[in-house]
């Protein structure tokens, strides 16, 4: 079964950068798109950002707009979220999935029931 392993979370202190990668453990594993979620304790999954595959649609939720930016490398199956302005409420487990239906193939859902194959996830924490 494939994986996406996620990787890069860290500590940093409040207005730093990390840059997270996710990869696909099977080079030709496709989706129409994969997003970027994130879990604090006691909170739900949240969205933080999302991308289409093919194409160039991306969708950011509100608290994230302005410092957060999604990217992809379709060649190796990597997926990318570079946080810059980091806020201590940024502190969570950030996770990555990948979206089966062909409807995201122009739409980017927002709830996490809508992506499949979430890796273990990796710890950001913001200290103030």
């Known amino acids: 079964q494939v994986q996406l392993v996620e990787s890069g979370g860290g500590l940093v202190q409040a207005g730093g950068s990390l840059r997270l990668s996710c990869v696909a453990s099977?080079?030709?594993?496709?989706?129409?798109?994969r997003g970027w979620f994130r879990q604090a304790p006691g909170k739900e999954r949240e969205f933080v950002a999302g991308?289409?595959?093919?194409?160039?649609?991306?969708s950011y939720a509100d608290s994230v707009k302005g410092r957060f930016t999604i990217s992809r490398d379709n060649a190796n199956n990597t997926l990318y979220l570079q946080m810059n302005s980091l806020k201590p409420d940024d502190t969570a487990v950030y996770y990555c999935?990948?979206?089966?239906?062909?409807?995201?193939?122009?739409?980017?859902?927002?709830?996490?029931?809508?992506?499949?194959?979430w890796g273990q996830g990796t710890q950001v924490t913001v200290s103030s």
């Open positions: 991308i289409v595959w093919i194409g160039r649609s991306t």
């Open positions: 999935g990948a979206c089966l239906y062909s409807s995201c193939t122009y739409y980017i859902p927002a709830h996490a029931s809508q992506y499949v194959y």
């Open positions: 099977e080079r030709t594993f496709s989706s129409y798109a």
